[in-house]
């Protein structure tokens, strides 16, 4: 079965961690010394905003304590409501003259992209990015590019990431920021992962933890060691992968966080698969199930869940799978996560094959592939080996 995403998922990969504004703890709509107040505004409208700015700054705190990036905010519901009402408020008050500075585009390009506008991220995060030029403020302008890389490579636009990655490496080495840089270096092992370029994506993980093991905490090195692992697993080094894992799981309960365990129990939980121990497999799987669920993570319990029917399909208890592989694809779905998605209608699609199923096989497989396509991610090795890789033509099942 298809186990490999790196999207904070099934071998829950983290990709989006640190530098990421909006849930980074450095402030939320914020003071108002950061607003630009234009003339003419009356001294009561004013008042009126900031009091609106400074509930909403409450609001973002008390829904993503201490998290540091997109997956560890407590619940992707809150998380939205959130950003949504920031999107909201910010509107508001740019339609009465306020503009914000780099700090706040920022915080508001993060908003959108939460909620799934691209488009109007990428507007702030440009307005961030100009205002950061202007003002020489080198870091701002290398953080700014990272998030626009992030941008492009969820359009599926690898080039353009890696070179607004590149850029902010730059800016970070010439101010020797040692955080900035072993983030920009995981930035880019990412990018080479979505490609298939695993050679390319060890190098930069390797790079990364070795500066965040002297300069970062101890949640940052436990992350490059999960996205380690999983690169590991890909490359059926499960040994090594297990290392990597069982070290990252050390580094989170040092500042115990139900996400991270969770993240690196699932990933414990699909070596012991791999090497036969259903018990022992089970038992992460459930675990990390309870630390999303108690975390109100989504996406990590459509993660176990698809992990959990994967080790039915394994064990041939097919309708406990389906009822798993179902459950975490209504989540998916709900989520708008489509890489997450074209996986687990995958692992539908297989289980359907298995059963007999021809038609419904058939269909899961060509909407699987669909969305692979679509996202410009490196296939299945089921595909190509059967050579179907149009999901438009006619295909001579079944494949066995």
């Known amino acids: 079965m298809s186990g490999q995403s790196i999207d904070g998922d099934d071998n829950v990969l983290i ?113 961030g990015l100009k205002l950061y030029t202007v003002n020489k403020e080198r870091l701002g302008e290398a953080r700014t590019l990272n998030h626009l890389g992030n941008l492009e490579r969820l359009r599926g636009s690898f080039d353009s990431a890696k070179n607004n990655y590149q850029s902010a490496l730059e800016i970070f080495e010439s101010s020797s920021d040692m955080p900035g840089i072993s983030h ?22 390797s790079r990364s933890l070795e500066i965040r093991r002297e300069h970062c905490d101890d949640e940052d090195i436990g992350k490059t060691l999960l996205n380690l692992g999983s690169l590991y697993v890909s490359k059926k080094e499960l040994t090594k992968a297990e290392e990597f894992y069982k070290e990252a799981l050390d580094y989170f309960k040092k500042r115990p966080d139900p996400f991270l365990i969770g993240a ?21 799987y459930n675990e990390a199930l309870r630390m999303f669920e108690e975390k109100g993570s989504q996406a990590g319990v459509s993660a176990s869940l698809n992990n959990l029917g994967t080790l039915e399909y394994v064990n041939g208890a097919l309708e406990e799978a389906e009822e798993y592989y179902f459950r975490s694809l209504k989540i998916r779905i709900k989520l708008g996560d489509l890489s997450g998605e074209a996986m687990v209608r995958f692992n539908i699609a297989e289980m359907k094959l298995h059963c007999g199923d021809m ?21 299945p090795e089921w595909f190509n080996e059967h050579g179907f890789i149009n999901p438009d033509v006619e295909w001579d099942f079944p494949p066995l």
């Open 359 to 379: 038609d419904s096989s058939q269909e899961y497989f060509r909407e699987s592939l669909s969305l692979y396509i679509q996202l410009n991610l490196p296939l």
């Open 264 to 284: 690196a129990l699932n990933n414990l939980g699909h070596i012991a698969l791999e090497q036969g121990d259903a018990i022992i497999a089970r038992m992460h």
């Open 15 to 127: 990709h989006s961690e640190g530098d990421t504004i909006f849930a980074s703890g450095e402030g939320a709509m914020a003071a108002a010394g950061n607003i630009i107040i234009h003339d003419g505004i009356p001294a009561e409208q004013h008042a009126v905003l900031l009091a609106q700015i400074q509930l909403m700054e409450v609001e973002l705190e008390n829904s993503q304590k201490r998290a540091k990036d997109f997956e560890t905010i407590v619940g992707e519901e809150k998380r939205k409501n959130a950003a949504n009402e920031a999107l909201k408020i910010a509107a508001e008050l740019q339609s009465t003259g306020i503009d914000f500075d780099a700090e706040k585009a920022l915080l508001l390009g993060s908003a959108a992209e939460i909620t799934g506008m691209i488009e109007i991220a990428e507007g702030y995060f440009k307005q």
């Open 184 to 205: 920009s270096f995981h930035l880019l092992g990412n990018c080479e992962w979505e490609q298939g370029n695993l050679s390319a994506c060890a190098e930069y993980y």
